[in-house]
């Protein structure tokens, strides 16, 4: 996948322009006398304050107290506040709201677990699980500002956790359900959490996980004053410690609290960590007016999300997709489809059958869970009725063309856009996005999320069109981290993603922006390869040697080289019954002839399986200092810890 490559891929899909006017974007620009997509961009990119207002009044944030102006940069852009003097509360805007509006009996939540068991949720029922357990928060102890820890998987209770918490003041922090004990432990030390909320153990591919044992491991010894364990088989030696309650008898006992409390627009109500490559994770605040709120906008303006609507993800509670759900389905009152199972167990067909029969009409998924079922066949998909599909959300990693298209024209039946988003953890939302009223090339992005001043640059920071570049954003936008947790002056925060461009948020994302105006990114920038050099990101060798059929994934990393400066090592999983050594000259030729004989990977190496987190994303970082030998750094974000198995033979192999 070179840069010509990309410039000459065909626009697969374009809107009906007569159904602008009836979706939530259509419905807000005709009260600004604004008639298409293209002009609502076009003012957001010239005064993004008009838009985040606007945005504000389109979601319908409820203010507790009306805010004195839309944005402050007195401590500069770095520190921007948004909607200062104004009070809300998550909670309230997201629930209790709707429950106002006469609209308890709609459906808040569809839930299925992985052992086949479902439920749904109104909004009038999810209210009072939330006053119950916001009863059961205050009882235990929790005061305004405390962290409180949360290790439970996609399940019903953690949205009443995660918005019982903020009705109160509280500040959430999600965790990965599939932690191991030193990860957990790392974050609740970090977070100063001496509140946990967790689950006695649930099934994943049929087999028990049992949470609250590895729980009771990590916090040995810290001063945690209660722990509410969701039961989830009921198991009687789950709750045996001193600080220990069951969450459902504690929210029987509570006294509700029926009215949120009223918070500073600014005041944090998420602590999310992000992995670091060499040393501690970082812990990214959002508040409650900045993350949910960006997270329903994005999700109304781009996909099309309202009322009637009804939003899915494959991820976790402990990624970002996982208040992204929260915060998208129910700031715009429509329905959470939490799906704790895997895609394809016990059938090929889970996810599809989960999709059909909860009738999502936004579906998110990541390229490697879409290459992974490819592999099944396109009958699975096939088989189901996906006509709901409105809009298919992707993130995570770049795509491949062919994984892509497989996507489009078999998920979404060649009339479902894919919108393909990407930001991160501190960006509280995407910094690029694709949307249903824009149209779409393979793996493409349509330009800037609204509101979002996003552009490409060179070293010296300026704008680039004809080459590849740094994803940066010139302007501040709610969303953005309050700064990073434990780092008072903002030292951390300002180094990590201020410095390099002074005054402009810098994303560490290569990124490219074809001829016909279509954005791509590349990868990481601080996973980019410099070969001969000529500057490359992984994704484009990796693309090249997952067109071979034989090949299910791959991962590019580059090494010293006494020549070159460095080299590329790639990292292949390959199908049954492939051997390494009759397809490696095909798949060097592949590369060679999309990059360029100077590209070829110095050696292929075939692994059983790739270093990923749960959403998806390839370790390139992990595979490179195990291949290298060299210290892994932070791995609590690993969700298949077997696969270093294979990289340390690779690395005894090159050693």
């Not at 509140?195 to 006695?200: A, K, Q, R």
């Amino acid at each position: 996948m070179n840069l010509e490559h990309l410039d000459n891929l065909q626009e697969v899909w374009q809107p009906d322009p007569n159904t602008f006017s009836s979706a939530p974007l259509g419905r807000m620009a005709a009260k600004y006398g604004l008639s298409t997509a293209e002009s609502v961009h076009e003012r957001a990119a010239q005064d993004p304050n008009w838009y985040w207002e606007a945005a504000a009044k389109d979601v319908g944030l409820r203010w507790l107290r009306q805010y004195d102006d839309i944005i402050d940069l007195s401590r500069g852009p770095e520190f921007a506040h948004f909607f200062p003097g104004g009070q809300l509360n998550w909670s309230d805007y997201a629930v209790d709201r709707w429950v106002d509006a006469g609209r308890g009996d709609a459906r808040a939540i569809t839930w299925e677990g992985d052992d086949g068991e479902k439920r749904n949720v109104t909004y009038f029922e999810l209210k009072e699980q939330i006053d119950k357990a916001a009863g059961a928060l205050l009882a235990a102890g929790v005061q305004r500002s405390d962290a409180i820890g949360l290790v439970v998987p996609m399940i019903p209770e953690a949205v009443v956790a995660v918005l019982a918490a903020a009705r109160i003041g509280a500040i959430i922090v999600p965790m990965f359900s599939g932690y191991g004990s030193a990860a957990i432990r790392e974050r609740m030390v970090q977070s100063d959490a001496q509140y946990l909320i967790t689950v006695d153990m649930f099934h994943r591919r049929g087999r028990p996980v049992r949470v609250k044992d590895t729980v009771d491991e990590a916090i040995i010894g810290l001063p945690i004053r209660r722990v509410l364990v969701i039961a989830r088989s009921g198991v009687a030696n789950s709750v045996t410690l001193p600080h220990d309650r069951w969450w459902h008898d504690e929210l029987s006992a509570a006294t509700p609290v029926r009215k949120a409390l009223a918070m500073e627009s600014d005041d944090p109500c998420l602590l999310l960590f992000t992995s670091g490559s060499t040393g501690r994770p970082k812990g990214t605040l959002h508040t409650h007016a900045g993350m949910p709120f960006k997270l329903a906008t994005e999700a109304r303006h781009g996909m099309g999300l309202d009322e009637n609507g009804t939003l899915m993800w494959v991820t976790d509670m402990g990624w970002v997709m996982g208040s992204f759900v929260i915060a998208a389905a129910l700031g715009n009152g429509g329905t959470a489809a939490l799906f704790e199972g895997t895609p394809d167990w016990p059938h090929p067909d889970r996810l599809w059958s989960f999709v059909e029969e909860a009738e999502v009409t936004v579906l998110g998924v990541s390229p490697t869970a879409v290459r992974s079922l490819m592999q099944h066949g396109d009958s699975w998909v096939q088989k189901h009725d996906l006509s709901k599909l409105q809009a298919i959300g992707s993130t995570g990693e770049p795509w491949n063309v062919e994984p892509w298209l497989w996507c489009y024209e078999n998920v979404g039946n060649s009339r479902t856009p894919i919108v393909n988003i990407s930001g991160g953890t501190e960006c509280g939302g995407s910094l690029l996005s694709g949307s249903i009223h824009l149209g779409a090339k393979p793996m493409s992005f349509s330009g800037p999320t609204l509101g979002i001043a996003a552009d490409i640059v060179d070293d010296s920071g300026q704008s680039v069109r004809e080459g590849v570049g740094e994803l940066i954003v010139r302007y501040p936008w709610p969303g953005m981290t309050k700064g990073l947790w434990k780092d008072p002056r903002g030292e951390k925060y300002l180094s990590e993603y201020w410095e390099r461009f002074p005054g402009v948020w810098h994303q560490s994302d290569f990124g490219y922006i074809d001829s016909s105006n279509y954005w791509y990114l590349l990868g990481r920038s601080d996973d980019t390869m410099s070969i001969a050099g000529k500057r490359i990101g992984p994704a484009e060798v990796e693309s090249a040697l997952v067109r071979d059929t034989d090949v299910i994934e791959a991962a590019a990393v580059s090494i010293p080289d006494e020549i070159k400066g460095e080299a590329i090592i790639a990292f292949v999983v390959l199908r049954d019954g492939s051997q390494l050594t009759e397809i490696t000259p095909r798949l060097l030729a592949l590369v060679r002839e999309d990059l360029g004989p100077a590209i070829s990977p110095k050696t292929v190496i075939q692994l059983a399986e790739l270093p990923k987190t749960r959403s998806g994303k390839v370790l390139r970082r992990v595979i490179r200092a195990s291949y290298l030998g060299l210290p892994l750094g932070d791995l609590s974000s690993l969700d298949n810890p077997n696969s270093l198995e294979g990289l340390s033979a690779s690395h005894r192999l090159s050693s």
